[in-house]
């Protein structure tokens, strides 16, 4: 198997984030960003819901190219992941997509929690509550940057 653009630590630190950028633009190159929440990470394969169903999905049934963008505020470092959409919107692997969504919804829920009983951080709202309607996207990552403290820039294709 060739090496992986996403890393263990990437995958790791994007799957406990829960949200990334998600940057698009539509055929008359007008810019579009907005949040998505995170699904899973499978190889070099990044699922997202679109639970909005906007701009994002207008912009990726017309041009599928997506930039992804998240920082990590602890370290100060930042990445950008560039790839190719697949929208997804039914089906078996559409509903085994809703599964996961649902699993990781209470996981992030659960720890919103516990951070704040434990006071290490406090919060406003608990529950992530998504609407029952949801787009899937299937980013298929072709290039990822990593942003280092000092500006310097790491590509891997």
């Given at each position: 198997?060739?090496?992986?653009?996403?890393?263990?630590?990437?995958?790791?630190?994007?799957?406990?984030?829960?949200?990334?950028?998600?940057?698009?633009?539509?055929?008359?190159?007008?810019?579009n960003?907005?949040?998505?929440?995170?699904?899973?990470?499978?190889?070099?394969?990044?699922?997202?819901?679109?639970?909005?169903?906007?701009?994002?999905?207008?912009?990726?049934?017309?041009?599928?190219?997506?930039?992804?963008?998240?920082?990590?505020?602890?370290?100060?470092?930042?990445?950008?992941?560039?790839?190719?959409?697949?929208?997804?919107?039914?089906?078996?692997?559409y509903?085994?997509?809703?599964?996961?969504?649902?699993?990781?919804?209470?996981r992030?829920s659960?720890?919103?929690?516990?951070e704040?009983?434990r006071?290490?951080?406090?919060?406003d709202?608990?529950?992530?509550?998504?609407?029952?309607?949801?787009?899937?996207?299937?980013?298929?990552?072709?290039?990822?940057?990593?942003?280092?403290?000092?500006?310097?820039?790491?590509?891997?294709?």
């Amino acid at each position: 198997m060739p090496d992986l653009l996403i890393s263990e630590k990437l995958k790791s630190f994007l799957l406990n984030k829960g949200f990334v950028s998600v940057g698009t633009s539509d055929l008359r190159c007008q810019p579009n960003a907005a949040p998505k929440y995170i699904i899973k990470i499978d190889n070099d394969l990044i699922y997202l819901a679109d639970y909005v169903i906007g701009r994002t999905f207008r912009n990726l049934r017309v041009n599928p190219k997506v930039s992804l963008s998240t920082i990590d505020m602890k370290t100060l470092e930042g990445w950008q992941i560039n790839g190719v959409v697949e929208i997804i919107t039914k089906g078996p692997h559409y509903k085994r997509l809703l599964k996961v969504m649902a699993e990781q919804e209470a996981r992030h829920s659960a720890r919103r929690i516990i951070e704040d009983i434990r006071g290490s951080q406090k919060y406003d709202s608990y529950e992530i509550q998504f609407p029952e309607k949801a787009v899937m996207f299937k980013v298929k990552c072709e290039k990822i940057t990593k942003i280092g403290i000092t500006g310097k820039l790491q590509r891997r294709r």
